[in-house]
């Protein structure tokens, strides 16, 4: 009888994970087990968590965002159908959405913050440093000496006393800045911007210096001293005239001008040096050119076309190769929209330009633009020593352009020609 041979196999203790129940047993404590049951649920939460923030957030931008558009849509449409209703009641209803949004989309492309009240905006145009000052406080202290065997005049700033600080949020940074004027051949008459008539004399800028920056000073010491060579006449030095602003320093160059004094030095005895102080005065204009513009408007494509024609200047120890070109930009409100610059010609007592500029104006009201002529002197080299020669502005808001700016819209597509004063 046979035997049947049976054979036993032990397993190790480790891998009898099956209880008699068919259970599975984990290889851990309680305590461990129940560590990874709360770190899970605590992941659960916080996935839930963030889940439900993101679903909060994205219903908010919804409701604050289309909402307030339509409502300031439907206020504008409100006030129009209110109108018109009271005028008429068997009006139909308003149709002019799209009118609405059109007319706030051209506002808000020429709208800037120079429209707002000045403790809201910290815009500046580039007509500032000629602003209207009503009052002027303190006084210059300066010293003039003309060497009559060298034919050389030196100039020496010496104290500004008596500023005061009208600024709230940083102190005074006060620098002088000196012209040297020579009065030179009448011009046509022409109007001023306030409507008086102007001395018909240009004027000839012969040197132009600028003392260091005093910082936080309202009596600031400079001491600093300028000269320059005059030409052999004994005439010259009794019409020129010296020009010395007052002027708070910017950092983006658009610098205040505090006052100016002027002192006509034939009117003086300087063969020796002559110490003067004198109280600032409120800045004038000075009248340093003529400039032939014409002005074309074509309300079809709505492209303004500016023309500068000729510019007439009193030429006075000119170099040779010295030039002129003008910049010429549009300003709707105060706020700079776009410019263009003219090739630079050489110098002379009238310089010839013939350029016509284009500018096209798509979401610029007319009425509200403004046209600003900068004429700078720079050198045939190169424009890195370019000199401001003088500036005019023509525009609906200023009384003096009235008359060329009225001429202009109601000659549509045909250009118009004026001379306008170059002023500094």
């Known amino acids: 009888m046979q035997r049947n ?12 994970l099956l209880s008699a129940t068919g259970e599975l047993r984990m290889p851990f404590s309680e305590a461990v087990k129940y560590c990874i049951l709360g770190i899970s649920i605590l992941l659960l939460l916080v996935a839930l968590g963030i889940l439900i923030w993101q679903i909060f957030r994205c219903f908010s931008l919804t409701h604050t965002s289309y909402p307030h558009q339509d409502t ?103 620098f002088v800045k000196i012209r040297l004027m020579l009065a030179g051949s009448e011009g046509t008459e022409l109007e001023s911007q306030e409507g008086q008539a102007m001395p018909p004399v240009l004027w000839t800028m012969l ?10 000073s309202c009596n600031p010491l400079y001491g600093d001293q300028f000269s320059c060579i005059l030409q052999d ?49 409120i800045p004038q204009k000075d009248l340093v050119g003529e400039v032939l513009l014409t002005l074309k408007y074509l309300p079809t494509s709505q492209r303004l076309e500016v023309g500068l024609l000729k510019v007439r200047t009193a030429l006075a120890q000119t170099s040779s190769d010295a030039a002129l070109y003008a910049r010429i930009s549009i300003q709707c409100n105060q706020s700079k929209l776009r410019y ?30 403004k046209i600003l002529v900068l004429v700078y002197e720079t050198q045939s080299a190169g424009r890195s020593t370019k000199c401001l020669l003088g500036q005019l502005s023509i525009g609906k808001d200023r009384s003096s352009e009235d008359e060329h700016w009225t001429l202009m819209v109601r000659s549509v597509r045909q250009p118009v020609a004026k001379w306008h004063g170059l002023l500094i």
């Open 5 to 16: 041979m049976m054979t036993f196999v032990e397993f190790p203790s480790s891998l009898r």
């Open 233 to 281: 006449d004994k005439d010259m030095i009794h019409r020129i005239t010296l020009r010395m602003e007052v002027r708070d320093f910017d950092k983006f160059s658009r610098h205040t001008v505090l006052g100016e004094i002027r002192v006509p030095l034939g009117k003086l005895n300087i063969s020796y040096p002559l110490e003067l102080q004198e109280d600032l005065q």
């Open 207 to 216: 040197q132009e210096w600028r003392t260091r920056v005093v910082k936080g």
């Open 340 to 369: 263009q610059k003219t090739s630079a010609v050489p110098h002379s007592p009238v310089t010839v330009f013939n350029e016509v500029l284009m500018f096209s104006l798509p979401d610029v009201p007319l009425e509200q633009s």
């Open 72 to 174: 300031v849509n439907t206020d504008l449409l409100y006030s129009e159908e209110k109108a018109s209703t009271a005028e008429n009641y068997s009006a139909p209803p308003s149709t002019k959405v799209e009118d609405v949004r059109s007319e706030a989309h051209r506002l808000s492309r020429c709208l800037s913050q120079a429209s707002f009240p000045p403790e809201l905006s910290h815009a500046e145009s580039d007509m500032r440093e000629h602003q209207t000052i009503k009052k002027v406080h303190g006084s210059l202290r300066f010293s003039v000496y003309y060497d009559q065997l060298q034919a050389c005049l030196v100039v020496t700033v010496l104290q500004v006393e008596g500023l005061v600080d009208s600024s709230q949020t940083s102190g005074l940074q006060p």
